[in-house]
């Protein structure tokens, strides 16, 4: 599919004097860009945000970011809601027991995924990759056959298949987030149909919601509880054939 071609704009604030103070902010922390590693060693699941709001241009580079993931035959199944009205973000908070990082994140992404997406015209998939050079004339006619039928041979398990792309591209949200110096949270515990009420989908039964996650400037430090050595959990070939790094 196409980049986001439409600006993402927010609310800089009440005063003039805030929108000065927000831009200051914004542009300090941007000048830290983390290389992927170090924002994956840094990166921790922030519960608590502050009100600043994410400049525009800065909010325009994480989603770029976030539509650069890799997805099956390239379909982007995913579909990103970017909740920023106050309202909404209530509604969010409610159908996820009254969580409060969506009421205090300035943004928050949550992570839908279609099944249906390969039903859809597929025409700007194909195009865009004979434009760019990616794919030839020989390779949209192989995915024109190809890609019913993986899918239709996909059964039930298309659902997964659609969640497991829109996890990727959240994976990538956290880790551009983490590099544009945001802090994110992964959050689990909300009501699926309430979710989808939310943002407008209620009568898509077969949307599912793979992820929320809130996006803005961490208002507290967490530090790394460290993880387990490779052999608990990482093995070579088979379980029980522990991986010794």
Not at 90 to 104: I, K, M, R
Not at 136 to 150: D, S
Not at 190 to 206: F, L, M, R, T, Y
């Amino acid at each position: 599919m196409t980049q986001v071609d439409q600006s993402l704009s927010v609310d800089s604030g009440n005063s003039q004097a805030s929108a000065v103070h927000s831009t200051a902010a914004d542009v300090s922390r941007q000048d830290a860009v983390l290389d992927v590693q170090t924002a994956i060693l840094k990166r921790r699941s922030i519960k608590s945000f502050e009100s600043t709001p994410i400049a525009p241009e800065i909010l325009r580079r994480l989603v770029e970011l976030t539509v650069a993931a890799p997805s099956s035959y390239n379909l982007q199944d995913w579909r990103i809601i970017i909740i920023q009205d106050d309202i909404q973000k209530q509604a969010l908070s409610d159908a996820a027991y009254g969580q409060q990082q969506v009421l205090q994140a300035p943004a928050t992404f949550v992570f839908a995924a279609d099944p249906n997406a390969w039903k859809q015209d597929l025409t700007p998939i194909y195009q865009q990759g004979i434009a760019t050079g990616a794919w030839t004339a020989e390779t949209v006619e192989y995915f024109k056959l190809a890609i019913p039928r993986f899918q239709m041979g996909l059964g039930d398990k298309g659902r997964e298949y659609a969640i497991k792309d829109a996890m990727i591209a959240a994976t990538h949200l956290v880790l551009a987030a983490e590099g544009l110096g945001l802090s994110t949270c992964f959050m689990n515990g909300w009501e699926e149909d309430k979710i989808k009420a939310a943002i407008g989908a209620e009568n898509d039964p077969d949307l599912a919601i793979a992820v929320i996650i809130p996006v803005g400037y961490a208002s507290e430090v967490r530090g790394n509880p460290g993880r387990l050595p490779f052999a608990y959990n990482v093995f070579v070939d088979k379980f029980g054939s522990s991986y010794k790094g």
